[in-house]
T-cell receptor, first 113, second 113 residues
Framework: KQEVTQIPAALSVPEGENLVLNCSFT??????LQWFRQDPGKGLTSLLL?????REQTSGRLNASLDKSSGRSTLYIAASQPGDSATYLC????????????FGQGTILTVHP | DTAVSQTPKYLVTQMGNDKSIKCEQN?????MYWYKQDSKKFLKIMFS???????INETVPNRFSPKSPDKAHLNLHINSLELGDSAVYFC????????????FGPGTRLTVT
């Protein structure tokens, strides 16, 4: 059974700090790992997708890494801003799951001015 | 330009009723999904259709029946609603099952009283 765990469950930082969100997964046959952002009462916004053949992806102030051997992914946010406050979800897609995403519980991030 | 849209956004109904949620994507994707987010914010896949064909059917009560009239639409019909069906239901799509990012709709908050 595939499981995804995110640590920490919640994180509060002052504006301007660099921060790391952690995601661990049990599926050794991972195909993709996707990071999402969810604002309160809203849908999910895709941030980054890392394919199993890749080690990292970058978009603006965001950098996501993938280490299949250790079953871990990290999302690095540089120079955090209050607008980054949201719940961050990671989801892994197994190699034979036809697109089925298994989600972690999310990390609630608060960036205060 | 809304990529993945859902209607209605909110749905309040009584136990025992039958209701439907509609989803449409204008991305030209072949695969669509239904996810359920429970009160603890945990997201779990329910169904997936690839080009109108059911490819994922998780352990979901048979009161839930998805229907895909064409590959741009995936509807979810729920019979005999129960209190435990209260949740936020998200529709998503991807270009092909098992490849690429999944794009999510804004969600439908279902409340069963």
């Amino acid at each position: 059974k595939q499981e995804v765990t995110q640590i920490p469950a919640a994180l509060s930082v002052p504006e301007g700090e660099n921060l790391v969100l952690n995601c661990s997964f049990t599926d050794s046959a991972i195909y993709n790992l996707q990071w999402f952002r969810q604002d309160p009462g809203k849908g999910l916004t895709s941030l980054l997708l890392i394919q199993s053949s890749q080690r990292e992806q970058t978009s603006g102030r965001l950098n996501a890494s993938l280490d299949k051997s250790s079953g871990r992914s990290t999302l690095y946010i540089a120079a955090s801003q209050p607008g980054d406050s949201a719940t961050y979800l990671c989801a892994e897609e197994g190699g034979t799951s036809y697109g089925k995403l298994t989600f972690g519980q999310g990390t609630i991030l608060t960036v205060h001015p | 330009d809304t990529a993945v849209s859902q209607t209605p956004k909110y749905l309040v109904t009584q136990m025992g009723n039958d209701k439907s949620i509609k989803c449409e994507q204008n991305l030209g994707h072949d695969t669509m999904y239904w996810y359920k987010q429970d009160s603890k914010k945990f997201l779990k896949i329910m169904f997936s259709y690839n080009n109108k064909e059911l490819i994922i059917n998780e352990t979901v009560p048979n009161r839930f029946s998805p229907k895909s009239p064409d590959k741009a639409h995936l509807n979810l019909h729920i019979n005999s609603l129960e209190l435990g069906d209260s949740a936020v239901y998200f529709c998503a799509s991807s270009q092909v099952a098992g490849q690429g990012e999944q794009y999510f709709g804004p969600g439908t908050r279902l409340t069963v009283t």
